[in-house]
């Protein structure tokens, strides 16, 4: 084919021996995506190819430094009306991808950085796989988290390639694999440094090796006989994890490949046909929103100010939150002093944080060894002079706060960021002591820092914009999404997920089990029930924030939390709660049967949530509904394939929400009442 050709998106180039490579650099775009331009370029040049003089080989490559392909265009999903078109969507790039599989020349896919979704069902097309092994490389068919599953034949030649249980395993958890792995595996031919790519790629277009095959037992995994049994145990394994009912796409998954693996040509067109109809559905449509969410968060990060260059974190306190503030900063690169009064609670976290670098850190010594050189202990504090990001994070006393601030501010760099982790207590109360109030800034993270991708960043009406836009710049480059709230009683995540846990609290008043009512959020899809929930947090602390709730909102202290807390039943650190605890770990409780309306239940735990929702919206505590919805998911963990509680309130109908309010509001007081934000939801 001609080279000079002009096309948007690719660079079709001859060498000098006959190799054909095609260069992906996406126009207008930092990252390579398969949406249907990008598809149509290909489809032309791959017709080109077969219409004219065959190239030794062809190999595709991406310009882009940051990686090799992304995936399919997330965004046309949205736009996507009825299954029909769904299904053309779908079958074009099957399309594509059967004829490169069809070329009668050695292909290559050379790979470097992430190759994702779409992208790796290209390679997965390719004769050949061959990738950088450096740390940046990973190889994934994440479409799992989008409510979907690999709809370019990635069902159909994974499995063949890999066997079953890699195959699954990759594509049910959505997993990134690094290149070392993907080479054992046998997801790609050959993992070489960055210097060997070319070289790499033209010996194999020119040598032509035989082709990948997986091993017997892994083409057995596969055979007629054995699927059923294999099916069996891998949709047990799924079930522990996802409903089928709130996330079908894993369940579809196991389906293709039990029933049509036997017919490539069917199986893909099944894939289609399920691919279509999930991508149209609610759950799929929802976490794509949640999807868009998180980026939207992430953009709240990004700032034109150049003041961000944040090295040295000063953290004070040095319990749970505060200690896995710490590792977790450092585990980001960050220098990190940890303060605290106490040399045996550095010690503790000194020892939970080597356990979190060793985790995130599996078989790199060099790398754990170097994080806790940057976690390093101040008894005396000597890092706040030199920090850029100081951290408070003592316990949840106004006249303590206020103590340790007079004797911070003329101790820290002029530009230094003052936050606090505070939980509970407004910003306006605690920065009266300061000479310049306005650098006090709310970093509220949550609990367990490692796994929540949360961080509030609380501001007053004095606090500084500048602050606010650099706390925020911090919040990613710790790898957290920032989400910008008013400073009030509770901010946004705590003031609606306490209503909710005290809802529990009083139904479990009523006689309902501990155990029946956290099974019934967990119906809902809630990822733990209200009550474990409360025994991980600690009840003392819900009690305290609860106590500060119900002095400005209409919050209700149940009369049994502040009895636990009285008799020292704080949850799972005192080793009993709701729930009872041996060395941490919840002691299962007995089966009890409980003849219980799980929706009516389930209405009042989850309808005090949503109705405060509502409240904090019209308050303007957040920006906007979106903000709102991506707060509660990502602080919460709130049902992900429900979009958000404002989201689920729209697809159950605003008015008839309202309406089902106002019925509990008869039978179970004023909790319910509907806030007057409905009105104009409405």
Known sequence: MADNKHYSHWKPLTDAEGILWLHLDQQNSSTNVLCVPVLEELETILVEIKSSHLPSGVVFVSDKESGFIAGADIKEFTVIDNVDQAVKHVQRGQRIMDEIAALKCPTVAMIHGYCMGGGFELALACDYRIVDDGPTTRLSLPEVQLG??????????????????????????????????????????????TRQLIPATKKTIMDHPPLHQPTKMQALTNHMLIRPILKQMILKTVAKKARKDHYPAPYAIIDLWAKYFDDPVKMLEEEAKSEARLVIGPTAQNLIRVFFLRETLKALGKTENTNTNFKHVHVIGAGVMGGDIAAWCALRGFQVTLQDRHEKNIAKVMKRAHKLFSKKMRGNRLGIIDAMDRLQPDIKGLGVPKADVVIEAIVENIEAKQGLYKELESRMKSDALLTTNTSSIPLEVLSTVLKNPERLVGLHFFNP?????????????????????????????????????????????????????????????????????????????????PLALADTVGLDICLSVAGILSKELDVTVPESLKKMVEEGKLGAKSGSGFYEYSEGKQVKPEKTESNVDSHSLQDRMIGRMINESVACLRESVVANKDQLDAGVIFG??????????LNYAQSEGYQSYQTRLSEMEKNHGTGFKPDSGWEKLA
């Open 449 to 529: 820092v490692a796994q929540m991708p949360l961080i509030e960043i609380v501001t007053a009406n004095n606090t500084s914009k500048e602050v606010a836009e650099r706390t925020a710049a911090f919040a990613t480059q710790i790898d957290r999404l920032p989400l910008p709230v008013k400073s009030g009683p509770g901010f946004l995540v705590n003031r609606i997920l306490m209503p909710y846990m005290l809802e529990a609290v009083r139904i479990h008043e009523e006689g309902v089990p501990a155990s029946v009512i956290d099974k019934i959020a967990l119906q809902f899809g809630m990822p733990m029930g």
């Open 636 to 645: 919460t963990g709130f049902s992900p394939f429900r979009g958000g509680p």
């Open 148 to 193: 979907i599953h690999p709809g370019f034949g990635g069902t159909v030649r994974l499995p063949r390639l890999i066997g079953a249980p890699a195959a699954m395993d990759i594509m049910l958890t959505g997993k990134p694999i690094n290149a070392r792995k993907a080479k054992k595996l046998g997801m790609v031919d050959y993992a070489v440094p």
